[in-house]
């Protein structure tokens, strides 16, 4: 087995604090209750304001360390600890000791999170400098799109480092093996891949020219699309979130005549070993027609999704975590044509990673 520190050495470990992170669904945080999150190593707790806004604030009683996330939320944006009754405010200060003689003790390491709501999600900046919401990426297809092409909020928990997650997504290669059939196909193994970046947004674009339409576009695609031009390209914004745009149209046809979905990926840390996955997908140009039907297309969207990522994608990532965990030697990896966009991307965020170190 490697000392930790060889295994850090081995993939680049470390987090982006400065930015934002999905902390979750706006529709996981329900009125009146409190949610417990981890994200960077950080135990957060979430609630929603009286006036609806979301607060977040360190989930750990200065006392005796219980969990704030068990205690109460009460009038006036407030949480009781559930074992001594101490009381936190939204914005991260202990206002109130109930036991005689009263006096608020001084806390430590104890903070309140800039959060906003926006795209239907809960987005956290876990830095301490100043929150800059214009750098929370545009997911405004998730609002904009009328809800009958948009699938329901999905989230699965990978036991693995982020960055294997991104890699697994900016690498479009794999589709053709681990998701034959639903994603992609043999046909498009020898695909050209290009890799852009534009300031710190790298995307990786995949076509296939006159190939077998993959099963899920063929989903969503009326009569005569199962063979076709498809094209998919897949945006990375520092440091986790993604966004693939995925479409099918006839051979020779403009892209415009033709139909797809962004799909939407975010991934959050949890801790060095474990990944928050949420994901949803958004349809553009729908060429189906009647709500019975596109309901149903809705559904099997979200489930092929589901199924590809729980049961291909994950297994092999966090199995690769494992390998790489118990290597008893430095491993460096094989590098590819296809590894363009995860070696790009890998770039820019150690930069930033040693740029915060640094400060
Ligand atoms: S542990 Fe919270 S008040 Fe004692
Ligand atoms: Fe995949």
């Known amino acids: 087995m490697l000392a930790s520190t060889e295994i850090i050495e081995q ?13 979750m669904w706006g529709s996981d945080l329900q009125e009146a209750k409190l949610v417990p999150k981890t994200i960077l190593n950080e135990q957060i707790v979430f609630f929603r304001k009286e006036d609806g806004s ?46 005689a003689p009263c006096t608020i003790p001084e806390i430590t390491n104890f903070k309140s999170y800039p959060v906003e709501e926006k795209y239907s999600l809960i987005w956290i900046w876990m830095g301490d400098e100043p929150a800059d919401q214009s750098l929370i990426p545009d997911y405004s297809c998730l609002i904009d799109t009328p809800e009958m092409y948009v699938t329901r909020p999905g989230y699965l928990k990978v ?78 914004y520092c440091p986790s979130n993604l966004i693939l745009e995925f479409g099918v149209s006839k051979h020779g046809e403009p892209k415009e005549k033709g139909t797809g979905y962004f799909a939407i990926h975010l991934l959050t840390p949890e801790s060095d070993r474990t990944t928050h996955y949420y994901y949803t997908a958004a349809r553009w140009n729908v060429l189906t027609t009647g709500d019975d039907k596109n309901s149903a297309i809705r559904d099997k969207i979200y489930e092929l999704r589901t199924f590809a990522f729980a049961e291909q994608d994950v297994p092999v990532i966090e199995a690769q975590q494992n390998t790489m965990d ?21 770039r820019i965020l150690q930069n930033k990673i040693t740029q915060e170190l640094k400060k």
């Open 326 to 346: 118990n290597a008893k030697y430095l491993l460096k990896p094989a590098l590819l044509s296809i590894d363009g966009g995860p070696v790009r991307y890998q």
């Open 54 to 99: 979301v607060a977040a604030i360190t989930d750990r009683c200065a006392h005796r360390f219980a969990p704030l996330s068990m205690g109460k939320l009460i009038p006036g944006d407030r949480i009781q600890c559930i074992y001594h009754g101490l009381e936190y405010s939204a914005n991260g200060k202990c206002v109130k000791n109930p036991h």
């Open 11 to 23: 993939l680049p470990r470390g987090f982006v604090f400065n930015t934002w992170y999905v902390a």
């Open 159 to 236: 036991n693995a480092n982020y960055q294997l997650v991104v890699d697994n997504l900016l690498d479009l290669s794999h589709t053709s093996y681990v998701h034959a059939g639903i994603l992609g196909n043999a046909q498009t193994v020898d695909a050209d891949i290009k890799v852009n970046q534009v300031g710190e947004v790298v995307s990786v674009s995949r076509p296939s020219i006159n190939a077998e339409t993959p099963g899920i576009l063929q989903v969503m695609s009326p009569p005569g699309f199962e063979k076709g031009d498809q094209w998919s390209t897949i945006s990375w």
